[in-house]
């Protein structure tokens, strides 16, 4: 099945900086899907791209897909304690029944 | 609505022993999935179901079986426990039509002894 490789894994980021994390794979993406899990938390669906070089803003979150739909990242601008938590990528296949998830990137955000 | 739910929310179980982790969503969706996290090893899909009466396997799903009898209902069951079964346990349904986005219940924290 697809796979999606998550980089970095782990990141201490300083309250009120930006950072970007980002999502990659070897094959063309029908689609992408971002989830955001707090800690202690279940998966929360933030978004989903399907067009070659798609950009969606959410509030402080910008979402991009790459023009070759084989990568994707996600920027966070003036990080709040609130953004804590493990930010998932993730693509469905089979039809979209299958949802193959990355390893997630772990943000801890440091006041 | 409830959403997603699931339970129990946590359970120690002894290796050989059996058990069902329930799911049930009140949204009339038809998609059901049961997904386990693993630290380091994001979600991984074990089974999924496109209706009731209909299930496919996943990624991992040797050691666990699901039946779909109602649109409601996904409970996965361990027939024999194993400790590389100790895991969070995630169920998740979605709409047919729709963005793909998936609703997720609050997780089961399963340890095997």
């Known amino acids: 099945g697809q796979q999606v490789m998550q980089i970095p894994q782990y990141q201490h980021v300083q309250e009120g900086e930006d950072f970007t994390t980002y999502c990659n794979s070897s094959?063309?993406?029908?689609?992408i899907q971002w989830y955001k899990q707090r800690p202690g938390g279940h998966p929360v669906f933030l978004i989903q791209?399907?067009?070659?070089?798609e950009v969606k803003k959410q509030k402080r979150l910008t979402f991009q897909f790459g023009e070759a739909k084989k990568n994707s990242s996600l920027h966070i601008t003036a990080t709040q304690t609130t953004d804590v938590g493990t930010y998932f990528c993730?693509?469905?296949?089979?039809?979209?029944?299958?949802?193959?998830f990355g390893k997630g990137n772990q943000v801890v955000v440091i006041p | 609505n409830a959403g997603v739910t699931q339970t129990p929310k946590f359970q120690v179980l002894k290796t050989g022993q059996s058990m069902t982790l329930q799911c049930a969503q009140d949204?009339?969706?038809?998609?059901m999935s049961w997904y386990r996290q693993d630290p380091g090893m994001g979600l991984r899909l074990i089974h999924y179901?496109?209706?009731?009466?209909?299930?496919d396997q996943g990624e991992v799903p040797n050691g666990y079986n699901v039946s779909r009898s109602t649109t409601e209902d996904f409970p996965l069951r361990l027939l024999s426990a194993a400790p590389s079964q100790t895991s969070v346990y995630f169920c998740?349904?979605?709409?047919?039509?729709?963005?793909?986005?998936?609703?997720f219940g609050p997780g089961t924290r399963l340890t095997v002894l």
């Open positions: 998740a349904s979605r709409p047919r039509a729709g963005p793909n986005e998936q609703f």
């Open positions: 993730a693509t469905a296949s089979g039809g979209n029944n299958r949802l193959a």
């Open positions: 791209l399907v067009k070659s070089g």
């Open positions: 094959t063309t993406l029908s689609n």
């Open positions: 179901s496109v209706g009731a009466g209909i299930t």
């Open positions: 949204m009339n969706h038809e998609y």
